[in-house]
């Protein structure tokens, strides 16, 4: 297998003239922006580890140069990459075409959490990240697992995914996993389950289908100026109001790959 083949297909097919205008690393999220006016969002993990391997000015560079980025180690660095894929990727314009909307998704503040209640009823689901509020919107409908690599009371330890997710009907993994590179291994784990890609960093591209995702339900900002501000200053909650949450699986025409 190789971890890093879904990382350059969506490195690859973004235009070698797109640059990075702006950019920012808040306590929470970090951020980038393209000529085109796309504004992509990653999580901010202040793992350092090792150097930076980008020495110049990531505003000014070529957006496809800084999403490459998500490959490094350094995972401050890596959160640009990321932002930078996701800059691309989450353009509304683009976003909007790369899946069929959830049947189940109605509002735009609807969370994936929100969208599937009724689907995972009676299921095995295994959630990787604690989301707020997670043991009350599905602790009673399903047998509930939530693995987290910082835990709280009743949580796995992030390395139970290796036993605990082939046994699963749904997994739902944060995007941030695309940052700190466990999306590839989590993706592996989860072949036999409907897998779900979640948060503000989800990707939103019809290559992420490709590689075996169900459903993506991520964010699209739509006002880059006031998430900008919610980078910067650290408001979760100010964040969400710069765009909206939304939901896809894969088209009927992808339905075969998996």
């Known amino acids: 297998m190789d971890n890093w083949k879904i990382y350059d297909d969506l490195i690859d097919c973004i235009p070698d003239d797109l640059i990075v205008t702006d950019c920012a690393a808040g306590i929470y999220w970090t951020s980038v922006e393209s000529s085109e006016g796309g504004f992509g969002i990653a999580k901010t993990i202040p793992v350092q580890s090792v150097p ?3 020495q110049g000015d990531i ?3 070529s957006l496809k140069q800084i999403a490459k980025l998500s490959k490094s180690w350094n995972f401050v660095e890596a959160a640009f990459g990321a932002a930078a894929i996701s800059a691309f990727h989450n353009f509304s314009a683009r ?3 790369c899946g069929d909307k959830h049947p189940r998704k109605a509002d735009k503040n609807q969370t994936a959490f929100d969208v599937y209640h009724d689907e995972i009823k009676g299921c095995k689901v295994a959630v990787v990240g604690h989301f707020p509020n997670l043991e009350q919107k599905f ?5 509930l697992t939530i693995l987290e690599r910082d835990p709280q009371i009743g949580d796995l330890p992030d390395p139970a995914c290796e036993y605990i997710l082939s ?3 749904y997994v739902f993994i944060t995007g941030c996993t695309l940052v700190n590179k466990t999306f590839p291994r989590l993706l592996e784990l989860s072949r036999n389950a409907k897998t779900v890609i979640v948060g503000p960093s989800t990707i939103l591209s019809p290559i992420m289908f490709d590689h075996g995702v169900h459903g993506l339900s991520g964010f699209i900002v739509r006002d ?3 998430c900008g501000t919610a980078v910067c200053g650290g408001t979760v909650r100010n964040l969400f109001d710069a765009g909206e949450m939304v939901s896809f699986i894969r088209s009927v025409q992808r ?3 998996k």
Not at 139 to 143: A, E
């Open 52 to 54: 930076f391997s980008f």
């Open 59 to 61: 505003k000014g560079a």
């Open 95 to 97: 976003a909007v075409d």
């Open 139 to 143: 602790g009673s409908i399903c047998d």
């Open 167 to 169: 046994e699963q009907n």
């Open 224 to 226: 880059a100026r006031s």
């Open 255 to 257: 339905m075969g790959i």
